[in-house]
């Protein structure tokens, strides 16, 4: 078994882990929109907040890959941990590559000083039993789930709306369509650490660090990555406060698609239907703006009873189950220091 490396410039080892990424969401999430070139380059290029993950191909002999490895290592916060992503083709399973690309990539992370490894996988035999034999520990649960606009009616959403406003007259919605003002990204940044307070379960995880850089990264990634960018914040009318925010990105390359970010509320704001007010305007808002637009998807924590709720009001219903497991291998070094990147030019 031997990782192969490689980069957005490489066009033909794009083709075969886009071709390798197709397959498997066919035999384990048919629900899942098929990925193309242009997305997986535009991922590799800017990542979610500028953070690049590293890409590799995995072949047992000369010809196509039989698998494929992503390794995500944060570079704000969490920087003892990192997060694997490991596919084998449906083709070439069940003859030990997936045991043998894990032990090669293992050995990456001991390199990288990242002793706190974590997977993830559809829930299935299969999945529990690759992490087991790994040594790796269940640590929490999620939700996949889809809200098909057509499916839902205009009244529903506007009834939602209307019953959120009523408990939120306090506040008032703001929309913003791309990057947001420079004056706000502080208060932004505030308010997205409202996130922190989502269930991990036993997740061994660090509050993520949000700053004013990191906001305007994550929104240059996702705008220059190809994706239109829309967010909305509920500020409260007295004080000027952030209460919550919520944000959907639409795929330039296939706009029928839209992806749900983080939905989050402050704390000293809670207990005035923010979350619903938020999200059922979201889609008012981009039934005007984004008429193509088809189906958002949205992943939670099984344990986030709230957000579930919300979701399930607004019509989302579940795709699938992704199960997260953790280890830690022994190491001596020290964790590197933190670096936190300013410049969106970076990527």
Avoid at 79 to 88: A, F, G, N, Y
Wanted: net charge negative; aromatic share 8%; proline share 4%.
């Amino acid at each position: 078994m031997r990782l192969t490396e490689f980069f957005a410039d490489d066009a033909a080892a794009i083709d075969a882990f886009v071709a390798l990424e197709n397959a498997v969401q066919d035999a384990d999430a048919p629900w899942e929109y098929p990925s193309t070139t242009y997305r997986l380059e535009m991922r590799m290029r800017h990542g979610w907040d500028g953070e690049l993950s590293r890409w590799f191909l995995a072949y047992v002999e000369d010809g196509d890959p039989v698998g494929s490895v992503i390794i995500h290592a944060g570079d704000y916060d969490n920087l003892d941990s990192c997060w694997l992503s490991i596919s084998v083709h449906p083709d070439r399973r069940r003859r030990g590559h997936g045991r043998a690309v894990l032990e090669l990539v293992l050995e990456l992370c001991r390199e990288m000083n990242r002793p706190l490894v974590g997977i993830d996988g559809w829930d299935s035999e299969a999945t529990h039993g690759f992490a087991a034999a790994g040594g790796f520990e269940k640590k929490s649960q999620a939700i996949s789930r889809r809200m098909t606009l057509a499916d839902v009616p205009v009244e529903t959403v506007q009834a939602l709306y209307d019953e959120a406003a009523g408990r939120a007259s306090d506040y008032e919605l703001v929309r913003i369509k791309g990057y947001s003002p420079d004056d706000l990204l502080e208060a932004l940044a505030e308010s997205t650490a409202a996130i922190n307070d989502a269930p991990l379960d036993d997740l061994e995880m660090e509050d993520e660090v949000f700053t004013a850089d990191r906001i305007r990264c994550y929104e240059a990634a996702q705008i220059e990555g190809g994706h239109r960018f829309y967010r909305l914040i509920a500020r409260h009318r007295e004080s000027g406060e952030i209460g919550g925010l919520t944000v959907v990105s639409v795929d330039v390359e296939q706009p029928a698609d839209g992806e749900q970010h983080d939905t989050s509320v402050v704390r000293a704001h809670r207990g005035h239907r923010l979350g619903l007010l938020l999200k059922a305007d979201m889609v008012r808002w981009l039934a005007t703006e984004e008429p193509g637009l088809r189906t958002i998807d949205t992943w939670n924590a099984e344990s986030n009873d709230f957000m579930i709720s919300v979701n399930e009001r607004l019509g989302y219903l579940i795709l699938g189950r992704d199960v997260q497991f953790q280890r830690r291998l022994e190491t001596s070094a020290q964790p590197p220091e933190r670096t936190l990147v300013a410049d969106p030019g970076r990527r």
